[in-house]
T-cell receptor, first 110, second 116 residues
Framework: EDKVVQSPLSLVVHEGDTVTLNCSYE??????LLWYKQEKKAPTFLFML????IEKKSGRLSSILDKKELFSILNITATQTGDSAVYLC??????????FGKGITLSVRP | DTGVSQDPRHKITKRGQNVTFRCDPI?????LYWYRQTLGQGPEFLTY????????KSRLLSDRFSAERPKGSFSTLEIQRTEQGDSAMYLC??????????????FGPGTRLTVL
C-alpha cells in the first residue's frame, strides 16, 4: 500500500527562523511529489517535483526531491506569521491519485 | 480561486439522511478526484474518474457511497444513510492527464459535512 510520512507533525518557531519540513514516501510506480499549503480551507499548490536533485524555489520557499532515498524536504526561510498553516506532502503513482501524509502544522510566533 | 467549484460548501444533516455533493471541475480537465479529510489528517483518496468512467474506488468507499460523472463534466458524490463517522471535509480535485506531464491537481473549496 502506498504511504507518505511527514515529520515533524508540528513545529513552533519565531518569525525570522528557517524551517525544514520532511517527507518520505513509498509509492508504486512513482510519478511525482507535491507540496500543498492548507489554511483552514482546501489545499493550495506549492511545488511539484519529478526529478532528483533539482531545487524548486518560490520566494522564501524551496523544495528538493531525492528519488534514491525516497524523500523530499520543504524549506522556508525568514518565516513570517502568514506562513502558519498545515503543509501537506503528497506522492502520485501510475494513476495520478494523490497519497497524502498527515501534514505538518507550522506555527510562526511574532 | 482554482476554477474548481463545489456545492454546497457546508452541509449539516441528521444521521440516517442521504446527502449529495456536486463538483464542477476545470472544463478541459479529463480527470476528477474525490478525497475526504478528517480533522488532523491529510486528505484520503476516495475515487476518481477519467471522463465519465470511474476507474478506481478506495476501500474507504463503502456501499453507502456512490459517485457519478455522467457526461464527463461535473461529478456528484452521494452518501446514503449517513453516519456520524462520515463527518468530514469532502474535497474534489481535477487535472488534465496526458501520457506524460504534470500531476498537479487543482482543488475545489470543499464541502464540510456534519452529521448530527
Amino acid at each position: 500500500e502506498d504511504k507518505v510520512v511527514q515529520s515533524p507533525l508540528s513545529l513552533v518557531v519565531h518569525e525570522g527562523d528557517t524551517v525544514t519540513l520532511n517527507c518520505s514516501y513509498e509509492v508504486t510506480n512513482f510519478r511525482s511529489l507535491l507540496w500543498y499549503k492548507q489554511e483552514k480551507k482546501a489545499p493550495t499548490f506549492l511545488f511539484m517535483l519529478t526529478s532528483s536533485g533539482i531545487e524548486k524555489k518560490s520566494g522564501r520557499l524551496s523544495s528538493i526531491l531525492d528519488k534514491k532515498e525516497l524523500f523530499s524536504i520543504l524549506n522556508i526561510t525568514a518565516t513570517q506569521t502568514g506562513d502558519s498553516a498545515v503543509y501537506l506532502c503528497a506522492a502520485t503513482g501510475a494513476n495520478s491519485k494523490l497519497t497524502f501524509g498527515k501534514g505538518i502544522t507550522l506555527s510562526v510566533r511574532p | 480561486d482554482t476554477g474548481v467549484s463545489q456545492d454546497p460548501r457546508h452541509k449539516i444533516t441528521k444521521r440516517g439522511q442521504n446527502v449529495t455533493f456536486r463538483c464542477d471541475p476545470i472544463s478541459e480537465h479529463n480527470r476528477l478526484y474525490w478525497y475526504r479529510q478528517t480533522l488532523g489528517q491529510g486528505p484520503e483518496f476516495l475515487t476518481y474518474f477519467q471522463n465519465e468512467a470511474q476507474l478506481e474506488k478506495s476501500r474507504l468507499l463503502s456501499d453507502r457511497f456512490s459517485a457519478e460523472r455522467p457526461k464527463g463534466s461535473f461529478s456528484t458524490l452521494e452518501i446514503q444513510r449517513t453516519e456520524q463517522g462520515d463527518s468530514a471535509m469532502y474535497l474534489c480535485a481535477s487535472h488534465f492527464r496526458a501520457t506524460s506531464g504534470p500531476d498537479e491537481q487543482f482543488f475545489g473549496p470543499g464541502t464540510r459535512l456534519t452529521v448530527l
